[in-house]
């Protein structure tokens, strides 16, 4: 179906459904009034019609951030918002006289009164397309989290632009994405809760959090995990591309899921899922940790031959492309110097005073990661363990994007050892 045809069908249902809160309007005289009293008004901007008690300023701050994720949801999706959205959103109830609650419909009030939001749709197959209508109810403000209508507007767009959000997995973890969106922040920025249980609570299996049924809701529990999955996938560089892919194909009604896309990338995914919960905290770049699966690895270096690897310092994990021996003494030699934080002066190999900038490495067998060990400008080691060497700049997860410059890192067997 055209954009115009499902636009205008989408007017179609504006006219004929009941505009839940249409009637919005300064409360009575002689109502009580809430703590922060405010009349409830109507504010409207290109995409929404939002009814609400904030005041003026606030409402039209809201309109400005709804607006902003529209706009970027429709470009992630590649397709234009239909319709009006219309949401509900209460700072305070007690600001809405009893006239304006009955016009609340009974599930959204109660999740107003549960200090949350739902998003109501209507979908309706007109032909052969499902062309759906939505109306947002959220609260403006919970306990400081002011994303509750982002989220539900995230949902309003896909029922009215596709009929359907996806499968559960998928369009509660877009919605939380929106949820917590800010512009221009390319690192996770979610509530500290949410960090807080996902680094330290029990975890899921990849394959219990991907729920094909094409429904919505959860427990916050469930939210968070989601929210975590969706975040991961669009950001990690190896697999951000097809999750958009995928992403277009569900919202289009196409029977492709998760396993088909992902399904032989499972060790990877799974890995670097772990990996990113692992180190998760505000501001922590998913895209700049993203594993180098294609380089080839080798384990043996001809004795008098030494190979190099390039370290990126803005970057996490990056391959040596030596495959160590355990017992084997390697020497190693890092060149150039780099900047481990933002206006940093440049430092060697070695690092600063306090560790930062200094060489690190690690080393990964059978998917899983050794302790991290200290390299440095120059010197040997003996290896633990067989695996992949990996090598980074030091400095926390979260700081990666302040690092500038890079080094090549010289490796080689121990010349005494390599006679053997
Ligand atoms: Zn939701």
Redesign the pocket.
């Known amino acids: 179906m055209s954009g115009r045809t499902i636009r205008a069908v989408a007017v179609a249902f504006l006219l004929l459904l009941p505009c839940v809160t249409a009637a919005a309007r300064p409360p009575q005289n002689g109502k009580k009034p809430g703590k922060n009293a405010a009349t409830v008004q109507d504010y409207y901007s290109r995409n929404f019609l939002l009814h609400t008690d904030l005041p003026k300023a606030e409402a039209n701050d809201l309109l400005a951030r709804l607006e902003t994720v529209l706009r970027l949801v429709s470009r992630y999706w590649n397709y234009p918002s239909q319709g009006i959205i219309e949401c509900c959103v209460v700072s305070d109830l007690d600001n809405w006289p009893p006239e304006l609650q009955a016009k609340i419909e009974p599930d959204g009030l109660a999740k107003i009164r549960e200090g949350a939001?739902?998003?109501l749709g209507t979908t309706r197959v007109v032909g052969k397309y499902a062309v759906g209508k939505a109306r947002v109810y959220a609260v403006a403000d919970h306990l400081g989290d002011k994303g509750v209508p982002l989220?539900?507007a995230?949902?309003a767009y896909c029922d009215q632009a596709f009929g359907h959000t996806g499968p559960q997995w998928y369009?509660?973890g877009m919605?939380?994405i929106g949820h917590y969106w800010v512009n221009g922040v390319k690192g996770v920025n979610t509530l500290p809760h949410v960090i807080k249980y996902l680094r330290h609570c029990k975890p899921r299996k990849l394959e219990t959090l991907i729920v094909n049924d094409e429904k919505?809701?959860g427990k916050w529990e469930d939210?968070c995990w989601w929210w975590s999955l969706c975040f991961f996938l669009d950001n990690n560089t190896n697999y951000s591309q097809q999750f958009r892919a995928l992403g277009r194909h569900i919202l289009a009604g196409q029977k492709v899921t998760f396993q088909d896309v992902f399904g032989s990338q499972t060790k990877e995914l799974d890995f670097e899922f772990r990996f990113t919960l692992k180190h998760l905290n505000q501001g922590l770049r998913v895209d700049l940790c993203s594993w180098d699966w294609k380089r080839k690895f080798v384990s043996r270096i001809p004795p008098g031959q030494r190979m190099s690897a390039l370290v990126h310092a803005d970057r996490g994990w990056q391959p040596s492309s030596l495959t160590l021996t355990a017992g084997v003494t390697y020497e190693y030699r890092a060149k150039d110097v780099w900047s481990a934080g933002k206006d940093a002066r440049s430092v060697d190999a070695d690092g600063a005073a306090d560790g930062r900038g200094r060489l690190v490495g690690v080393v990964m067998k059978d998917y899983k990661l050794s302790e991290e060990f200290e390299l440095g400008k120059s010197g040997s080691f003996t290896a633990l363990t067989d695996g992949d060497l990996y090598l980074r700049c030091r400095v926390p997860w979260t700081e990666l994007s302040g690092n500038s410059g890079k080094m090549t890192v010289w490796l080689r067997r121990k010349p005494a050892e390599a006679k053997e």
């Open positions: 939001g739902v998003c989220h539900e995230v949902h369009a509660e919605a939380e919505r809701g939210y």
